[in-house]
């Protein structure tokens, strides 16, 4: 079975106007390749942001092993809250889609929309929008928001991330 087969089994594309719709209208995401200091969404209360410069500073075995770190943090998570429910992944001006965390990481495939932000905007949130991710490459942070998944993945990551400057 080919990985692009496996993946599909598990993440579903979903239209990409629709997906944004409701992130865009909450967060009044702001896209902008050059801006590297206001944050690109409204950013929500009680979320927490944190550095990935400390992850982005390093090649190698450094750096894949904190990206590495981070995505397995965030599939614990996302796994742990959702039960059956999927989340929504989004990846700016590329397909998003639905998926099962609990298939995926039963599956064993790759990630189509990436948590770590290393290459463009990435969103993994819940349908209602009530707790999720959102990876900034270019600030090279993570925002985490809603207060299970900040009381967990936030505070995780703070334990070797300092916050990031953006940060409320």
């Given at each position: 079975?080919?990985?692009?087969?496996?993946v599909e089994?598990?993440?579903r594309?979903?239209e990409?106007?629709?997906?944004w719709?409701?992130f865009?209208a909450?967060f009044?995401?702001?896209?902008?390749?050059y801006e590297?200091?206001?944050?690109?969404?409204?950013?929500?209360d009680g979320?927490?942001?944190?550095?990935?410069?400390?992850?982005?500073?390093?090649?190698?075995?450094?750096?894949?092993?904190?990206?590495a770190?981070?995505t397995?943090a965030?599939?614990?998570?996302?796994?742990w809250f959702?039960d059956?429910?999927?989340?929504?992944?989004?990846d700016?001006q590329?397909?998003?889609?639905?998926?099962?965390p609990?298939?995926h990481?039963?599956?064993n495939?790759g990630?189509?929309v990436?948590?770590f932000?290393?290459?463009d905007y990435?969103?993994?949130t819940t349908s209602?929008?009530r707790?999720g991710t959102?990876?900034?490459p270019?600030?090279q942070?993570?925002?985490v928001w809603?207060?299970?998944?900040v009381r967990?993945?936030g505070?995780?990551?703070l334990?070797?991330?300092p916050?990031?400057?953006?940060?409320?």
């Amino acid at each position: 079975m080919s990985e692009g087969f496996r993946v599909e089994g598990v993440w579903r594309p979903i239209e990409y106007a629709e997906a944004w719709a409701g992130f865009d209208a909450r967060f009044d995401f702001k896209p902008d390749y050059y801006e590297r200091a206001v944050p690109a969404i409204r950013l929500p209360d009680g979320c927490v942001v944190i550095d990935l410069a400390p992850v982005f500073a390093h090649e190698g075995a450094r750096f894949a092993s904190g990206e590495a770190a981070i995505t397995a943090a965030a599939l614990r998570n996302f796994v742990w809250f959702t039960d059956e429910e999927e989340l929504t992944a989004l990846d700016w001006q590329h397909t998003p889609y639905r998926y099962s965390p609990a298939a995926h990481a039963l599956a064993n495939v790759g990630w189509p929309v990436p948590v770590f932000p290393n290459g463009d905007y990435y969103v993994h949130t819940t349908s209602d929008l009530r707790w999720g991710t959102f990876g900034h490459p270019w600030q090279q942070s993570l925002t985490v928001w809603g207060e299970e998944l900040v009381r967990t993945l936030g505070t995780e990551l703070l334990t070797w991330l300092p916050r990031h400057t953006q940060s409320p």
